[in-house]
């Protein structure tokens, strides 16, 4: 590909020896004497696709659409609808269908801007035109030829850094609700949670403290203070979940109310955003105690060596030596309403309208140091809701304080997938919705069989009715709920290889359609029907009242029914049965798909079995997943100490040939053979294993290891 200063004129050269050019006009302006906007004009191709922008609302493809960039917190945003959100993604990926190609633009400013998809036509611009408007900063940008949609990823998250590996127990169930700890009585609430654990049989991995525990005697929140009224011993209760297999996150924010106890202190070391023109503390209102309700305070100044050790000092202090393991970075919008107000940047001064985002990066980097040295020999795990290109190095995220309705689990369907195209494979939503009255029992279920399938699995809520979503919160669906937590334990050796997958390469853990399927122009804007990995497609049931489903198979592959083992072939929509105690998924040709034991928690057994769902096609084909295996916890997964396992399968119309082969030099396999499970009704012979007949009438074949 040529690039051509200028007017950009880029030219692809394809295999056959064609050449096609695409003529990109520029236009770099200023609207205000400073010289702080910026324009930028792209012509705009009728049948070109956009993808990525983190999570903005809406569906997949971005065509058409006008996006702002300025973090917000958008307590109950409407999923379909609402801009902006949380989060700063000056990235985007563009497909063209006529060349089978795709590129990258990752604009390096964080600034508030406002990408234009061609909602504006102009005649100057010869038509509907792609824009792109900052406030502040410069035309700076990295143009990234793929020249597929994964090779852009590849290259970008090279640029931005590859994601983190959190420990495997961050695929577990992770329970959250405000509720327990806004109780007076929150540490026998908190101490419930896990007793109902164990007597609905719910495996658990996390608990997330909501900002409560830091309530003080005013009913003002206090980062990094206990409130001993509601927790009288903070250790004893973080213990008790410990006892029971669960690791706790704990709710921090990066602002002081100026009645906060270490303010002034903080405020003297210059540790906090200061006013433009004034060595004092820029003033600003932040929620502090109930809903809606706001008291004067300072965001901590990140940038200044005061605020980042001050926040360093405090994690630990506050939270680890309380047997906190996690830290939950919340509400770091930093929304500060200058522009002008000054950050520290370390001695070198930046203007507030430049630096917002920065400070949520700094802030997670805090965090993210303070786990690394009170913990040196664990994986880090952090959480965060704001962020922008890079925090996939630090924490996992989830798409803020959604609403509950069937709308908003359709929608956050797609805004989950435009920010694993964005670099951030780690990500999920509030099961159940956060704010609005509690889901009905229906919503529910189809929530909980939608999330166990993202990479962040969360019940949370802060229901306006006072109810709490909890899975037992419906007795009548709770085998339900509790059959799809348990297929999401199982599926953890799957999760986990993609989950290892994406900290080498930043492959997303959840694809779209077009990830994949790119030659299908159906799945170019397919919105909410994703793949789970390379081998699962998963088609939600997200309308009440349905009991069946139309799902539209990708051509050039034949796909299976994971439940029924029926075949179909690809390039069609099929109508499949969705009773509530189902949640449609469909294998391709040759997917092979690692599962294993249920347990309370991961580490609760030996995790000494691995059986893998084959889906030999009845006409042939072969299938190869490598399976990941290391102990899941530490960091000696750097050094090499991982075990690869070769599942592979050979189908032909008149047998089937499967085999596992183990490098173990790293990593010894708590396991010598594999099951393979093949789909009901399949009655060709196979080869390379015993043979018996599975508890669910299925076929298995176990395998030694090679």
């Not at 910026?38 to 999570?55: C, S």
């Not at 990708?554 to 105690?581: K, M, N, R, Y």
């Not at 075990?643 to 089937?656: E, F």
Request: glycine content about 10%.
């Amino acid at each position: 590909m040529d690039v051509r200063l200028g007017d950009l004129r880029l030219v692809w050269r394809l295999p056959s020896g064609e050449e096609f050019a695409a003529d990109i006009p520029t236009r770099a302006h200023t609207y205000d004497r400073a010289g702080r906007a910026v324009f930028h004009h792209m012509a705009r191709h009728a049948d070109e696709r956009y993808y990525g922008f983190g999570e903005k609302a809406g569906p997949l493809d971005k065509a058409a659409a006008r996006l702002r960039m300025h973090n917000v917190d958008a307590l109950g945003y409407n999923a379909e609808t609402s801009d902006p959100l949380y989060k700063h993604f000056p990235f985007y990926i563009t497909y063209v269908p006529a060349l089978d190609i795709a590129y990258g633009l990752f604009y390096d400013n964080l600034a508030d801007s406002v990408f234009d998809l061609g909602r504006e036509v102009n005649a100057r611009y010869g038509g509907p035109f792609r824009a792109y408007r900052a406030d502040d900063g410069d035309l700076d940008y990295t143009l990234i030829y793929g020249p597929s949609i994964e090779a852009v990823i590849e290259k970008f998250t090279a640029l931005t850094g590859r994601p983190v590996l959190p420990p495997r127990w961050t695929l577990g169930y992770l329970g959250s609700t405000m509720s327990y700890t806004e109780a007076p009585n929150a540490q026998e609430q908190l101490r419930q949670f896990v007793d109902l654990c164990r007597q609905h049989d719910i495996p658990c991995d996390l608990f997330h403290l909501s900002s409560g525990y830091t309530t003080g005697p005013d009913g003002k929140r206090y980062v990094f203070t206990w409130n001993h009224s509601r927790v009288p011993d903070p250790g004893a209760m973080a213990q008790y979940f410990h006892d029971a297999g669960i690791r706790l996150a704990a709710n921090i924010k990066p602002y002081l109310l100026t009645t906060h106890p270490y303010y002034d202190e903080l405020a003297a070391q210059g540790g906090l955003v200061r006013q433009e023109d004034r060595d004092e503390p820029e003033i600003a209102t932040f929620w502090s105690g109930g809903r809606y309700e706001f008291d004067y305070g300072s965001y901590v100044d990140l940038s200044s060596a005061a605020g980042y050790d001050w926040w360093q000092a405090h994690v630990t202090a506050a939270l680890f030596e309380h047997g906190i393991d996690v830290t939950w970075n919340d509400n770091n919008e930093f929304e500060i309403v200058d522009d002008a107000a000054r950050l520290a940047g370390f001695g070198e001064p930046i203007p507030a309208a430049l630096g917002r985002p920065l400070l949520t990066l700094l802030m997670l980097h805090a965090s993210y140091a303070a786990t690394v040295a009170y913990r040196p020999d664990e994986r880090p795990f952090l959480l965060t809701r704001a962020g922008l290109p890079g925090i996939q190095r630090y924490a996992q995220t989830w798409s803020g304080d959604n609403t509950t309705s069937w709308n908003t689990l359709r929608y956050n369907i797609p805004m989950g997938l435009s920010l694993s195209l964005s670099g951030v494979p780690n990500t999920g939503h509030d099961v159940g919705g956060f704010h609005g009255p509690r889901p009905d029992a229906e919503l529910f279920v189809r929530w909980v069989q939608n999330g166990i399938f993202h990479p962040r699995f969360t019940i949370h809520s802060w229901n306006t009715d006072g109810t709490v979503n909890e899975p037992w919160m419906y007795p009548d669906v709770l085998p339900l709920v509790r059959e799809a937590i348990r297929f999401r334990y199982r599926l953890l050796p799957y999760l986990y290889t993609l989950l290892f997958e994406s900290a080498e390469t930043g492959h997303p853990i959840i694809r779209p359609l077009v990830y994949h399927f790119a030659h299908d122009a159906r799945c170019r804007t397919e919105s909410f029907d994703f793949m789970l990995g390379p081998n699962l497609l998963v088609a939600s049931v997200l309308e009440p009242g349905a009991r069946t489903r139309q799902v539209y198979l990708p051509s050039g592959t034949a796909w299976c029914d994971f439940w029924s083992g029926e075949w179909h072939a690809g390039g069609q929509a099929i109508e499949v049965a969705a009773p509530l105690e189902r949640y449609p998924l469909f294998v391709p040709a040759g997917g092979l798909i690692p599962t294993g034991k249920v347990m309370q928690h991961v580490g609760a057994q030996p995790d000494d079995v691995r059986r893998v769902y084959a889906f030999p096609d009845p006409a042939g084909s072969e299938g190869r997943f490598m399976l990941i295996e290391d102990d899941g916890t530490s960091l000696e997964y750097r050094r090499g100490v991982v075990a690869r396992v070769t599942l592979s399968m050979q189908a032909g119309p008149d047998r089937i040939a499967l085999a596992a082969q183990a490098d173990q030099s790293g990593y010894p396999l708590p396991y010598t053979q594999i099951e393979f499970v093949l789909p009901p009704d399949e009655v060709r012979p196979t080869g390379g294993g015993t043979e018996h007949t599975g508890t669910d009438g299925r076929r298995v074949v176990v395998v030694p290891l090679r």
